[in-house]
């Protein structure tokens, strides 16, 4: 059975700062790779799909890359409403999402 | 825009079945997604539940040991999640997502409902 690892767990870095979260798949898996941000009493939001696919309305700053067991979302400058918690979602023979990322201010 | 919204009691007693809808509007659900149901347990992390596509076939979760039943209704354009035999470790906040059809991904999330399982 396949697991994803996010890490690190917590991440803590200022606005205008680079984030880089990654995704490790525990095997080689399809680039049917998402990643979500996720804010507290809010619904999960798309950002990427298909492991570097902006969703619509996501802005520029977020950016995904990777294959096979190693992806990573990145956010070039952080802005202040960037601070919540990511998850990676791959397709496995279902749904599987990672354990999540938070970003929180420094 | 698309939009969909979750509803039902928001307690639950132990040992008894969980009932939510979900009301969809801005797309047909019978066109090419899933329906599907996500969950998150306080302090914990997203897990998917299950989908239905409108032709009636399901996919659950193997992790819920045959507790869930998603059905739809395309004439009302909603679909339903039926958990039975709740425990505490059922309460959480749920959410209906459309799922890609391909790539499973969740490109539009209801707000979510919150589930307490109590007595």
């Known amino acids: 059975e396949i697991v994803l690892t996010q890490s690190p767990a917590t991440l803590s870095l200022s606005p205008g700062e680079r984030a880089t979260l990654s995704c490790r798949a525990s095997?080689?898996?399809?680039?049917?790779l998402a990643w979500y941000q996720h804010k507290p009493g809010q619904a999960p939001r798309l950002l990427i799909y298909?492991?570097?696919s902006r969703a619509t309305g996501i802005p520029a700053r977020f950016s995904g890359s990777g294959s096979g067991t190693d992806f990573t979302l990145t956010i070039s400058s952080l802005e202040p409403e960037d601070f919540a918690v990511y998850y990676c979602?791959?397709?496995?023979?279902?749904?599987?999402f990672g354990q999540g990322t938070r970003l929180e201010i420094k | 825009q698309v939009q969909l919204q979750e509803s039902g009691p928001g307690l639950v007693k132990p040992s008894e079945t969980l009932s939510l809808t979900c009301a969809v509007s801005?797309?047909?659900?019978?066109?090419?997604?899933?329906c599907a149901w996500v969950r998150q347990p306080p302090g914990k992390g997203l897990e998917w539940l299950g989908h239905?596509?409108?032709?009636?076939?399901?996919y659950y979760n193997p992790s819920l040991n045959n507790r869930v039943i998603i059905s739809v209704d395309t004439s009302r354009n909603q679909f339903s999640l039926n958990l039975s035999s709740v425990t505490a470790a059922d309460t959480a906040v749920y959410y209906c997502?459309?799922?890609?059809?391909?790539?499973?991904?969740?490109?539009?999330w209801g707000q979510g409902i919150l589930v307490t399982v109590s007595s």
């Open positions: 979602q791959l397709r496995n023979k279902w749904p599987l």
């Open positions: 298909g492991a570097s």
């Open positions: 239905i596509y409108h032709s009636g076939s399901t």
């Open positions: 801005g797309y047909s659900i019978s066109s090419a997604y899933y």
């Open positions: 095997q080689s898996v399809s680039s049917y």
């Open positions: 997502a459309r799922q890609a059809w391909t790539e499973y991904y969740f490109d539009y």
